[in-house]
């Protein structure tokens, strides 16, 4: 018997899956968020400060990297709060795992944001959040997670 190529079409790729660590900085019992510039895909949405896990990085290792890099700290690194696995309609998906972070060493310093704000976790819900974290934010915000 001989093998025959395929005729079926080619499968699309899935979408591109991104692995990102986001911190949940917490300060008297306020955390902090930051504001997408205009010139950033998904502009002026809010999120929780972090990014992209690169090759041969944990994603703890990941997040005091992109602390230091967004905000100038040098964060410790707590226990995991969740993990979120969220398709955006426009095709990309990201892997998001958020750990708290109560100790720092430094001023933060905002080195990417349009803005930066500490915001009460009730409070949380009045902002516009990227898709993928709005579950969290509902949670957050009942006092649920911290």
């Known amino acids: 018997m001989e093998d025959s190529p395929s005729n079926a079409p080619p499968r699309p790729a899935g979408p591109a899956l991104r692995f990102v660590a986001a911190g949940l900085i917490i300060r008297e019992g306020q955390v902090l968020i930051g504001q997408r510039r205009p010139d950033q895909p998904m502009a002026s949405m809010w999120e929780f400060p972090g990014g992209k896990i690169e090759a041969g990085e944990s994603a703890q290792q990941a997040l005091v990297r992109e602390l230091f890099e967004e905000l100038g700290i040098r964060a410790s690194i707590g226990a ?9 309609r426009h095709g990309g998906a990201v892997d998001l795992q958020f750990f708290v972070v109560r100790q720092f060493v430094g001023e ?3 080195h990417i944001y349009q803005q930066i704000k500490w915001v009460r976790l009730e409070d949380l819900p009045s902002y516009d959040f990227l898709a993928a974290d709005r579950g969290l934010i509902r949670d957050l915000a009942a006092g649920k997670l911290l």
């Open 80 to 88: 995991p709060v969740t993990r979120i696995r969220h398709n955006y």
């Open 108 to 110: 933060i310093v905002n």
